[in-house]
Structure formats: C-alpha cells, structure tokens
DNA sequence: TCATTAAATTGTT
DNA sequence: AACAATTTAATGA
C-alpha cells in the first residue's frame, strides 16, 4: 500500500523538492480515509486545500438537480486535483469527489500550496503541465463526444487514466465497475459492457469482474 | 472449513 | 429499464 512520501516522491512535482521543502510539505499535509461512497471532498464547501489521491480511486460527480455539464473525471492513486480552484481563492467547490472504493486521500493545506509556488519553479512547471493537460483532455471531451463511437469513447475513457504527468503510476488492472466506466465514458452500462467486450476481443484488454486489466495503452488510446 | 445468504456486478433482452 | 446469472463478502454452524 503506498504511503504519502511514496506518492509525492513519485510525482513528478515531489522530485523537484528538496529536503526541507519534502519535509514541510510531509508535516503539513493530512491524511483521510474515505470509506466506499464517502466523500473526498463536497461541493460547495471552501476549498482550503489541494488534494491528492494516495490509494483508491474517487470520481467526480455532479448532482443531477444543477443539470451543469461536468467532465466525467476519474482520480486514480497518484493524482492531484483542485488547483484551479485553489489559484481562485476565495472560491469554492464546484463538485463533489466521490471515494468508488475506500480511498486515501490527502489534503495539502492552501499556505503549504502557496509555500511551493511561490518557491519551488518545478512545483511550477508541473502545475502549468497540469492544467494544461486537463485543457487537452477538456477539449478531447468535446470532441470524441460527437465524433467517436461509444467502443473508441471507453477505450479513450480508460486510456486516460495512464496520462504518466497526470497520474503516476497507474496500475495495469482498474478497478472499476463497468457502471463507472460507463459514467467515465460518457456512454450507458449497458454499452459500455458491449464496449469492453469488443476491446477484449481485440486483445486491448482483460475483462475480469470488478475491473478490466489493460493490456495495450497506446492501443487504446488510437483505437477506432 | 463449509454452507447459506445478501449484496454487488455482469451479461442479455 | 428490467431481468437472470455470476461473483464476492459476510455470517454462522
């Protein structure tokens, strides 16, 4: 099971860390177990921290009452998000995080997060990629949701989860139910069955129950 | 350890 | 959306 310092030593904004930075940013950030189905963080709350992903997975939702259009995001252990809001202080929440299976989660503090970014130009750098990766992925929504099939809609669903920037690290096998790909996807349960089915058959992934392995990432990500 | 039950997930219509 | 089949987790003998 990954620990906190594993995680950010891993990232790649934590190699650009020395010592006293690492150690500050270690002493400063909590740790939280999110059981299945709880929440990371909820919506409308102040945001007052930037939050990580150690070990589980969390998925953003949005109520169904505020009828907002939300980029279906899943939070595989190693990524970090909220930055955006934090850079917009005062702000708060515009969505809740959903823990899909226990979770751990951490929460950087708002002062630690300024701390690094007024200080440290990796920090930087790597929020600048950050955001511009989500840019990238916000416009590949807009795109792949009418120009795609719903088989090439799942495979890029789950092939974005290996951005290696983004997420570092992620496991070959996700577990995630085919409901939560389907909510990932874009596309309903019942297709996105269909879906894996046919990216098994075409050797890009495992199906097994309550996850899918994936085999071949760039296969999945020029899938059509 | 095994059997039973409930809950979750999957496959199909 | 509804249904049946399958897998897992929990419970108790």
């Known amino acids: 099971m990954p620990t906190l310092d594993a995680i950010i030593l891993a990232s790649p904004w934590g190699k650009a860390l020395d010592a006293g930075e690492l150690e500050g940013v270690l002493a400063d950030t909590a740790v939280k177990v999110i059981p299945a189905g709880g929440y990371v963080c909820r919506k409308g709350a102040p945001v007052d921290a930037w939050i990580g992903v150690i070990d589980g997975l969390a998925k953003m939702t949005s109520l169904s009452s505020e009828g907002k259009a939300v980029m279906p995001t899943v939070v595989p252990a190693g990524g970090w998000f909220g930055e955006g809001s934090l850079l917009k202080f005062p702000e ?36 600048l990629q950050q955001l511009n990766e989500r840019l990238g992925q916000f416009i590949a929504v807009i795109e792949t949701d009418r120009l795609l099939d719903p088989d090439a809609r799942v495979a890029r669903g789950l092939a974005q989860l290996f951005n290696p920037l983004l997420y570092p690290g992620t496991a070959s096998f996700l577990q995630l139910s085919q409901e939560d790909i389907g909510l990932l996807s874009g596309v309903s349960r019942q297709r996105a069955n269909q879906s894996l089915q046919v990216l098994e058959k075409a050797g890009l992934v495992k199906v097994e129950y309550g996850g899918v392995k994936v085999l071949d990432v760039e296969g999945l990500k020029h899938f059509d």
Do not use: K
Request: aromatic share 14%; glycine share 2%; proline share 3%.
């Open 92 to 127: 708060v929440r515009r969505y809740d995080m959903v823990a899909i299976r226990e979770t751990r989660a951490a929460y950087m503090p708002r002062a630690t997060f300024n701390r690094l970014l007024d200080s440290n130009i990796g920090f930087n750098r790597f929020l």
